[in-house]
């Protein structure tokens, strides 16, 4: 990977971030970067394999080094070119490796390229770019996703219930203490 | 023993509400950004936000695939069913679009009913 750029701009984007996930309170952590990013978008969906002709074996490396290189070269300048712009949208592009530290030891490499772009409407749209290769062939995969805004009566109806269903318990095991209490 | 069974059910309550708001937050994002993943709205049907959004689509994925072409011509690679069947994925995704499931759900169904998860998309 030594063909990266080296200005201001692109230079955080040529190492990726390490990010460990799925550590070990697995109930407080998330399994995979997937989870929890809104509606999956099935028609926007890039997945393909592709294999390489058999004299090329040696060249699997190069091309998935460049893979990562040209999209995340394209994508930043893509967003660049937009900073001009009157209208108030946000995208931010990050270069993410991804340790599952449950299967650390036995895993392949998980790379992936984050886009998001938030709206002028607050919408949130996160597209998230991968390249995979095995034995002779390379995978592309890429998956978008919406979320929506924060549903703030949601929110307040389930704490609301949240809180009257711990004071009914803890009500009732005063209620059955009392009665023990009293030698019923 | 009664203790441990009537706190049961709130807290196994408590981590359906809150549990997803952790993950969100050890996974880096802030607090308002973890709680609208637990708590999203429904996507709305605005069509002014549903062209924002297949304007940056449209844009991003074509990109990617000429991105990935790119990267196979620098190495000397040149495979015409891949550039053939990129083309072809390019093309798709200019004319795809994407339906958002807004009827059906009542208030209460929107408030308790699934999140927006892969399953019910």
């Known amino acids: 990977m030594s063909n990266y750029p080296t200005s201001a ?10 990010q460990p996930i799925n550590r070990f309170p697995s109930l407080f952590d998330k399994e995979h970067p997937e ?6 978008l099935k028609y926007q969906v890039i997945s393909f394999n592709q294999q390489l002709p058999e004299n090329s074996q040696d060249k699997i490396q190069p091309i998935y080094n460049d893979l990562y290189y040209c999209t995340i070269k394209r994508v930043n300048s893509w967003i660049e070119d937009q900073k001009n712009t009157r209208i108030n949208e946000t995208t931010i592009l990050k270069y993410i490796a991804y340790l599952d530290q449950k ?6 490499e998980r790379h992936y390229i984050l886009v998001r772009r938030i709206t002028v409407r607050q919408t949130e749209i996160v597209s998230l ?28 109806l389930h704490n609301l219930l949240l809180l009257f269903l711990f004071q009914g318990s803890i009500s009732i095991i005063g209620f059955i203490t009392l009665m023990v209490l009293w030698g019923f | 023993m009664s203790l441990i069974i009537f706190l049961y059910i709130p807290l196994i309550y408590a981590y359906w509400i809150w549990g997803d708001v952790v993950k969100g937050m050890r996974q880096g994002d802030n607090f308002l950004r973890a709680l609208r993943q637990r708590f999203p709205k429904r996507i709305s049907d605005n069509s002014f936000d549903i062209d924002d959004t297949l304007i940056f689509l449209k844009q991003l994925l074509p990109l ?4 990935t ?12 069913e891949l550039e053939d069947y990129l083309d072809e994925i390019s093309k798709n995704i200019q004319q795809q679009s994407f339906s958002i ?12 009913g699934g999140r927006d998860n892969k399953i019910s998309s």
């Open chain 2, 69 to 80: 072409k790119q990267a196979f011509e620098k190495n000397d690679l040149q495979i015409k």
């Open chain 1, 35 to 40: 989870e929890l990013l809104g509606r999956w």
């Open chain 1, 129 to 156: 770019c991968r390249f995979h290769k095995s034995n002779d062939s390379l995978y592309i995969g890429v998956d978008s996703f919406v979320l929506g805004k924060l549903q703030w009566i949601s929110l307040i």
């Open chain 2, 64 to 67: 990617i695939t000429s991105a």
């Open chain 1, 103 to 108: 299967y650390q030891l036995v895993d392949r």
């Open chain 2, 101 to 112: 499931n807004t009827g059906g759900g009542s208030i209460i169904g929107a408030i308790f």
């Open chain 1, 9 to 18: 701009t692109e230079s955080s984007l040529s190492k990726p971030i390490r």
